[in-house]
């Protein structure tokens, strides 16, 4: 019959692994998350996050400060919103400002490979971050969510820089009016 | 014997139990022990669906007696074709009662005791009456469940609470097997890398460039529809739901000249189907059956420990040992107990823990499942849970509720149990 001291006896040095295992409610996405958040010591000053309850860490908001590139001097909070199958799923991210940004559009959309079709459960907060990051040092003309400030950038960069600068203030391009994300 | 066998009814299994032969597994004892133990011993079944009806007839005419079966839907039309247990006249009812109603009237002798709801009703103590678990589930989110609870239910110093998992999959003329022996060979969340992840189209191409009637569809679900209903989810089982979402996709494709976007494309794309055929769930459910029937009765080698099946050219298997991942959040954490005071603070506990030799912390972040205790990182964490280093641990932690530990410095989570003195 189910001979439970040969399974064990298979592979005695399993048993290393310690003593009794009691009640875990903590779901595999949670035990994953805390790895990742916790291990998030030190970030660069241009990134911070915040979390409007701490015992949640499912839910949060990430404070990207470019110090260079075109977003410069600008603020942008991206709320990160995390199922309960992470990490098989990619974390939910959204840009809270309407900015003028070729790879994220009007309603905070972001186009960012690693948070679609190229997320792997191997990446991580961290990594989306990173990625988030990028997107204010290197925007991408080639896959717009916004195409008009993509055709800018292609073809007149000195626009597209006047284009930045004024919509992070707070001004129109083309009759739409951006959020102010200046630093105070 | 029990009064439902007639003679020779299990002739064929008993070949099998009553001599010992060269391939038996380690520890196998032929005779009536092993045959009670197979008629007698409970085995679960979670889910009762593509995979759950096949399994349920599978074990019944194994030998398996006291069966249990946990489904949370009800069956629909479209299941008929393949989940033979249903007629037509079921349509509407729970999966778990009619299949268990279904096997029991007509394999004499079995009993099938079901459950209609979720698998997160149950807890520890239910799952702890089965001698064996087999999974036969389409979600991963429910896999990973049944897989951290059940390895995290296994208590190394009481060999009763190793409950074997079979855990079955299909996916079109595709499947697997694979049997998990907790913290002893590779679990569910050590391979999840390998799970193939839902299609998903870039999202630059859904909205400026689409050239599929899915990139269609997908717009109308991902960008239209919360836009109209911001507060709204998408319930794909709601016709008005899947109406408005095929009508805003018509319109998209007929902007960019795509055809080919109809209702069961858009409720396919929505809820992310995957093609289900009967001989694949036939295929795997057998497998899963039959490695049942070797751990409950030991009788010869089962599976080692995960089967590949691939229909669609001829018929491929091929079966190899998944590793464990060292540093797998489930059964790669390790589980330390300490004692301790109750009216010692948080920092205190701390202390111990940069005391404690077998595991090398040097900056723990303490949580419970509903409470962050202390974080280390990232900075706003730290000053949040701070002061909480000076509060009493009773007021912080029930006694043996299990509290994680994460530490930069290790790859892996610890299990902290507390026991107060």
């Known amino acids: ?184 | 014997m029990s009064h439902h066998d007639w003679p020779d009814r299990w002739k064929d299994l008993y070949t099998y139990l009553e001599r010992p032969g060269p391939f038996e597994n380690d520890g196998f004892e032929p005779g009536d022990a092993v045959k009670d133990f197979l008629h007698s011993c409970k085995i679960l079944v979670i889910g009762a669906g593509g995979l759950g009806c096949e399994l349920l007839k599978d074990l019944a005419l194994s030998g398996f007696r006291d069966i249990h079966v946990i489904d949370m839907d009800t069956i629909d039309v479209s299941n008929l074709n393949r989940q033979f247990l249903f007629r037509h006249k079921d349509v509407g009812k729970p999966k778990a009662i009619v299949a268990a109603e279904f096997v029991m009237n007509r394999v004499p002798g079995v009993t099938v005791t079901p459950y209609f709801g979720k698998i997160q009703d149950k807890d520890e103590e239910y799952y702890k009456q089965f001698s064996i678990i087999i999974c036969g589930l389409d979600s991963v989110e429910a896999r990973r469940w049944a897989n951290a609870t059940i390895v995290g239910m296994f208590d190394e110093g009481d060999p009763e609470t190793l409950k074997p998992i079979i855990d079955g999959g299909t996916e079109g003329f595709k499947g697997q097997s694979r049997v998990i022996l907790p913290r002893i060979s590779a679990c569910y969340e050590c391979s999840l890398d390998m799970q193939t992840k839902p299609t998903t189209f870039p999202m630059c191409t859904i909205a400026n460039t689409p050239r599929l009637p899915e990139h269609c569809i997908e717009w109308a679900s991902s960008v239209a529809w919360p836009k109209a209903f911001p507060d709204k989810k998408i319930d794909g089982d709601d016709p008005d739901h899947i109406k408005w979402l095929l009508n805003t996709a018509l319109d998209r494709g007929r902007e960019f000249n795509i055809t080919g976007i109809t209702y069961t494309l858009t409720q396919g794309v929505v809820k992310n189907i995957i093609p289900a055929i009967a001989s694949t769930n036939a295929i795997v459910a057998a497998s899963c059956a039959n490695e049942a029937f070797k751990i409950a009765t030991n009788c010869t080698t089962y599976m080692c420990n995960y089967m590949m099946y691939v229909g669609d050219d001829s018929v491929y298997t091929y079966t190899f040992e998944l590793q464990r991942k060292d540093e797998c959040p489930v059964c790669g954490s390790a589980q330390i107990k300490l004692r301790i005071d109750p009216e010692k603070t948080l920092s205190e506990l701390l202390d111990m823990l940069l005391d404690t030799q077998e595991v090398q912390l040097k900056a723990p972040s303490l949580r419970t499942a509903a409470k962050s205790l202390f974080m280390q990182a990232p900075p706003m964490l730290l000053e949040m849970t701070r002061p909480n280093l000076d509060r009493k641990i009773r007021d912080l932690v029930a006694p043996g509720e299990e509290i994680t530990i994460t530490d930069a410095n290790i790859p892996i989570s610890l299990q902290l149990t507390l026991e107060f003195i």
């Open chain 1, 1 to 184: 019959m189910l001979n439970i001291m040969s399974l064990k006896n298979k592979k005695a040095s399993a048993a290393a692994a310690g003593e009794s295992a009691k009640k875990s409610k903590t779901t595999p996405a949670a035990l994953r998350l805390q790895k990742d958040i916790s291990d998030l010591k030190d970030l660069p000053s241009t990134m911070k996050l915040s979390f409007p309850n701490p015992d949640d860490l499912f839910n949060f908001t990430l404070t990207i400060t470019p110090d260079e590139g075109f977003y410069k001097g600008g603020v942008f909070v991206f709320t990160f919103k995390v199922n309960p199958n992470y990490p098989h799923d990619a974390p939910k991210v959204l840009c809270t400002q309407k900015i003028y940004h070729p790879n994220i559009d009007l309603e905070g959309n972001v186009c960012l490979n690693i948070l679609r079709e190229d997320w792997k459960p191997v990446l991580n907060i961290n990594s989306v971050m990173v990625g988030l990051q990028y997107l204010f040092l290197e925007p991408n003309a080639e896959d717009p969510l916004n195409k008009v400030a993509a055709e800018v950038l292609r073809s007149n960069r000195k626009q597209f820089e006047q284009n930045v600068n004024r919509t992070l203030r707070g001004g129109a391009v083309d009759g739409i009016t951006f959020d102010n994300v200046i630093k105070n």
